[in-house]
């Protein structure tokens, strides 16, 4: 028996890896792209599908099967920190590692193929950032209460059982000072900072630390450590 025809890719579906029914993908979830071929064959290492998240390209790892012919295989890519947009850019690379069971390989790269995304799944890997800190009554003496509003890059949602970030101020070089969390709407949260008689010299932004259970509409979960702004506070003295 003669054979010399090499294997090709059918399709592709993309697929959660989890079962969720939410369509848009956040940071540490898996893009699961289900590959199927012509006819049965063996996986070897190096095969993975390239894509596109908006623009940037991404490879997804697929899985081996060395000692089994089969007719479909799976390839995974789990969301990072800053991937966003649409799927698109489909192909195969290292296709040539996909070998029927006469020794047929795949040319090094595959596309035409068919790509499904029949659930139009979209990726969001861009957590909440502070866009701007102010405060915003104006005038102010030792021991008023001063209102600072944190403002953030998206709308935030919190769930139940939430706990805000605490965050830290200073006036002029002097100590650190915690405020008091008020309220938080749409990409806003509220604090009140008390300062004592001894403290005087503009208001500063340290920082925003802790805090739990608050995400943006995606899902990606607001990390406030390390999210700092100093001297961002509109300058206030007391």
Do not use: H, W
């Amino acid at each position: 028996i003669y054979d010399g025809t090499a294997p090709s890719i059918s399709k592709v579906d993309l697929v959660r890896n989890d079962s969720s029914t939410a369509k848009t993908l956040i940071i540490g979830k898996t893009l699961k792209f289900n590959v199927y071929v012509t006819e049965s064959s063996y996986i070897s290492s190096g095969a993975k599908v390239s894509f596109k998240i908006g623009s940037a390209s991404k490879t997804a790892s697929c899985g081996t099967s060395t000692s089994k012919l089969v007719n479909s295989f799976s390839c995974t890519y789990t969301i990072a920190s800053g991937d966003s947009g649409n799927i698109s850019s489909v192909s195969m690379s290292g296709a040539n590692n996909i070998k029927d069971k006469y020794g047929n390989a795949m040319a090094s790269t595959a596309s035409g193929f068919t790509f499904n995304n029949s659930n139009s799944y979209t990726v969001d890997g861009v957590k909440p950032t502070i866009s701007k800190v102010e405060s915003i009554n104006g005038i102010y003496s030792s021991a008023s209460n001063i209102q600072v509003q944190v403002t953030f890059s998206e709308n935030l949602s919190a769930g139940s059982g939430y706990s805000a970030p605490t965050m830290k101020v200073k006036f002029g070089e002097g100590s650190e000072k915690t405020c008091r969390f008020d309220s938080a709407v749409e990409k806003s949260m509220l604090y009140t900072c008390t300062p004592s008689t001894s403290d005087q010299g503009a208001l500063k932004f340290v920082g925003l630390s802790g805090g739990s259970g608050i995400t943006d509409a995606a899902g990606n979960a607001l990390e406030a450590a390390g999210q700092s702004m100093s001297n961002t506070i509109t300058d206030p003295s007391v």
